[in-house]
């Protein structure tokens, strides 16, 4: 091991150009009339800045296609092809908790998904069922959590890409939820449809204060079933007093608010109370509590690179290196290194997303020489 310090069918639909299609009046007017006002609060709270306020994602002309799952959502896959000369070999990006994917391709000059692509693969940026752009079965689809994406989500997006990609695998990256969810999968049904994986901030092990954790727990037991929080509208709230983030260290303020404004996703409160099971647990384990999803991984064949920032998330970030079988990479960024910055930092395309594109490289199913491009990703 090196360790480095520093429902298919649904794919039959046709793909869809991503476009803004013209909106309701009355809604592009709101819109607009939120963005002023964000924009003069920025200026009211911080006059001295003259930094500007939000930077947009680099959405460019990100294609859609959709998943089914078994009991009947459907979430957007959104994805960037494959360039000439490239392998086409689909890689799987997975977002965190509480973000969407713009947090993956925010920007086109540095953002992991856009340095993918450079490199020869196709992108698909998946979503889940807690995303504002799923579609719920019905009016009241019930509560899900973590092991529901897991078991139902995941498999769904993986069959979607394999039929649109003609591939029979799919390499996975996961951050922070994404990550975890590759695990959750794994552990439910093994490794037959992943070739590699990489899992950037993805915690298996957690430790809280007793005391913290039974606050948490209660203020959780309040919360009714099916109540979504709203996660993305506090972030749009907060955005004009932020000039810096403490999980986006290396990210200038433009691209923090713009963050908060369109990366950000509310949270289902049956998702949140598994997380905080696995604090009270104090590993990453099923909504009772009685199986660890990592244990569940045991003897699965598969090359796994983790890559975590601080020295005290090593044993949790590396722990499924211990249980896998295969080749496998652990890469510590360091404490000047937030939760987002290995996707959204300033450095990250130079020092983070060349490591990953050898990892896969060297662990993708066919042998292919990526020397045509390896000077645009490390350029």
């Avoid at 998946?126 to 897991?150: L, V």
């Avoid at 003609?166 to 939820?177: D, E, N, R, T």
């Avoid at 796994?304 to 290196?321: E, F, K, N």
Wanted: glycine content about 8%; some cysteine; overall charge neutral.
């Amino acid at each position: 091991m090196k360790h480095h310090s520093l429902d298919p069918s649904s794919s039959a639909l046709p793909a869809l150009i991503e476009e803004s299609q013209a909106p309701l009046k009355g809604t592009s007017l709101t819109q607009t009339a939120i963005k002023v006002a964000l924009h003069a609060a920025f200026r009211g709270i911080q006059p001295q800045n003259r930094e500007a306020f939000a930077k947009k994602p680099d959405v460019g002309r990100l294609r859609r296609l959709y998943y089914t799952t078994k009991d009947g959502w459907r979430a957007p896959v959104y994805y960037l092809p494959v360039l000439p000369l490239g392998c086409g070999e689909p890689v799987i990006i997975a977002h965190g908790l509480g973000v969407n994917h713009n947090t993956l391709q925010f920007d086109q000059e540095t953002s992991l998904a856009w340095t993918l692509q450079r490199a020869g693969y196709a992108v698909y940026l998946i979503s889940y069922r807690c995303d504002s752009g799923a579609i719920s079965p019905t009016k009241n689809s019930g509560d899900y959590d973590f092991d529901d994406i897991a078991h139902k989500d995941v498999p769904a997006a993986i069959d979607a890409v394999l039929e649109h990609s003609s591939f029979p695998k799919a390499i996975w990256i996961g951050h922070g939820l994404g990550g975890q969810l590759l695990y959750g999968h794994l552990a439910n049904e093994g490794a037959g449809s992943i070739s590699a994986a990489t899992t950037i901030c993805s915690p298996t092990l957690f430790s809280e204060a007793k005391s913290a954790a039974k606050a948490r727990a209660l203020a959780l037991s309040l919360i009714p079933q099916n109540l979504t929080l709203p996660i993305k509208q506090l972030a749009t709230l907060a955005a004009p007093a932020l000039r810096s983030h403490r999980e986006m260290k290396r990210v200038d303020g433009p691209k923090v608010r713009g963050v908060l404004l369109y990366g950000t996703e509310s949270l289902n409160s049956g998702l949140l109370r598994q997380v905080n099971r696995w604090i009270n647990a104090g590993f990453l384990c099923n909504r009772g509590g009685t199986v660890d999803i990592v244990e569940g991984m045991a003897n699965i064949e598969l090359p796994l690179q983790v890559i975590y920032t601080s020295p005290s998330d090593a044993s949790g970030a590396a722990r499924p290196l211990k249980f896998l079988k295969g080749a496998s990479d652990q890469i510590e960024l360091g404490d000047t290194w937030g939760l987002f910055d290995p996707l959204l930092g300033e450095d990250a395309h130079r020092i983070v997303h060349p490591k990953i594109v050898e990892w896969i490289n060297r662990h993708r199913l066919e042998t292919w020489d990526s020397s045509r491009v390896n000077a645009v990703v490390t350029g």
